[in-house]
């Protein structure tokens, strides 16, 4: 799932960390990403330089945590207790929002939402944690 994700934003332009936990699966997705973008260079859809500069815009990463990201999606697989957060630690994708507080997301995704439409409108629930600090969604 996370190297389809790294795919579809690197092909529109963003730039990606694809960040797994071993140096396996990061090749497998890594490998994931330029099988799908040379399949459109067989089917001359892309040609094979457009492909090279969009694989540069794709990065790995096994370390935990990240120097700077404008958002983190986090693919979780298995034990939510075990999956790592970006930020290192236990409790998956709501520790990240937590660590990251809610009111700073809802305001990347209100700018994602400018650009992309409201599929990437913040839910209420979000909305809710971003009034009140207090409120967490790991514990």
């Known amino acids: 799932m996370g190297a389809g994700i790294s795919q579809v934003s690197v092909h529109k332009g963003l730039t990606v960390i694809l960040k797994d936990t071993t140096e396996e699966s990061i090749s497998r997705g890594h490998e994931q990403v330029y099988k799908s973008l040379d399949t459109k260079v067989k089917k001359r859809a892309l ?36 999956t790592q957060s970006p930020q290192g630690g236990g409790g998956g994708p709501f520790r990240s929002v937590d660590s990251m507080g809610a009111e700073r997301l809802v305001s990347i995704m209100r700018r994602f939402e400018d650009v992309y439409g409201n599929r990437l409108a913040p839910c209420q629930l979000l909305l809710d944690h971003a009034k009140d600090s207090s409120k967490k969604f790991y514990e």
């Open 47 to 82: 040609t094979s330089f457009e492909r090279d500069v969009t694989m540069s815009n794709l990065s790995v990463q096994l370390e935990s945590g990240f120097l700077s990201a404008d958002i983190v999606i986090e693919a979780v697989s298995g034990d939510i207790n075990k």
